[in-house]
């Protein structure tokens, strides 16, 4: 496939970092302090991941929802490639329904600046494992491949299936139907008791259709150019910072306060308030 071919472009960052675009939907992947940075900042370093997989016992299961240059799932790779031989292995499930940007990282004058350096650990060839034959396995590490659309492949994921989920889609403008009540509601089934959300969104709609579906909702941390991303977790105490009573006044002053599965007419909103304030991260304690 030639450059002109794939969906997806490198563009330069305004801090000089490369990232991709999609070309359709014109969104960047990590726009902010580009994709190393975010991948760390969001989604690694907040999950625990090395500490988790510390504990020993049963693998580790990581939902990488929305793998495109596979920048997240790489820096996961990373960490469990680096652990001891008692640690947890890591089985790390990539979603997505387009791998154009994924062949446009394994590029050679791609691959450093995406994370997916062709040294070290060999990333690059365990990636390019994945895009050849959907799946990746090292003593430490079983990487798969999920390829399709994500609500029909989610559908068929047993309960309690993910102790991790890395929620990397593109934006609610550009995918609303992934961004709903209902599509939380399902990610909630498919979580085991103790894991965790991680997502760039800091959105009120966002955290309002988490704690909808049945998460608890927290504070993330500040990355590039947003001051807070979100975590989410099956259990409030597991939440360094949970959302509070500010948040709720926050919520219903709020012109867009949930996902679009919430009919927008005042009954349905009340009904949708008054079922976010009774959430037990809110309750008084």
Not at 200 to 207: E, G, I
């Amino acid at each position: 496939m030639s450059e002109h071919e794939n969906g997806c472009e490198v563009v330069t960052l305004p801090n000089g970092l490369r990232a991709i675009r999609e070309r359709a939907c014109g969104e960047v992947m990590h726009p902010g302090s580009g994709p190393l940075m975010e991948a760390e900042s969001v989604y690694v370093t907040p999950s625990r991941m090395a500490a988790r997989m510390g504990e020993g016992g049963d693998p580790l299961v990581l939902f990488d929802v929305g793998l495109g240059a596979a920048t997240n799932a790489i820096t996961a790779w990373q960490v469990s490639e680096a652990q001891g031989p008692t640690a947890r292995r890591l089985e790390i499930v990539s979603f997505e329904h387009d791998l154009d940007a994924l062949r446009l990282a394994l590029e050679p004058e791609n691959a450093d600046a995406l994370g997916l350096t062709q040294s070290g650990a060999n990333a690059w060839a365990a990636a390019r494992s994945l895009l050849e034959h959907g799946r990746h396995e090292t003593p430490r590490t079983l990487w798969r491949l999920c390829l399709g659309d994500f609500r029909a492949s989610l559908a068929e994921v047993p309960d309690g299936s993910a102790d991790v989920v890395f929620w990397d889609l593109f934006s609610p403008r550009t995918a609303p139907a992934l961004w709903t009540v209902t599509m939380f509601q399902a990610l909630r089934r498919a979580c085991r008791e103790g894991a965790s959300l991680h997502t760039y969104s800091a959105s009120t709609s966002t955290r309002s259709g988490l704690l909808l579906g049945g998460f608890a909702v927290g504070v993330g941390e500040r990355t590039g150019d947003r001051d807070e991303t979100t975590i989410a977790a099956t259990r409030p105490e597991d939440l360094a910072r949970p959302l509070g009573a500010s948040w709720l006044g926050r919520l219903a002053r709020s012109s867009v306060p949930f996902p679009n599965d919430v009919p927008k007419d005042p009954a349905a909103w009340a009904e949708a308030l008054a079922r976010v304030q009774g959430c037990p991260q809110f309750r008084e304690r």
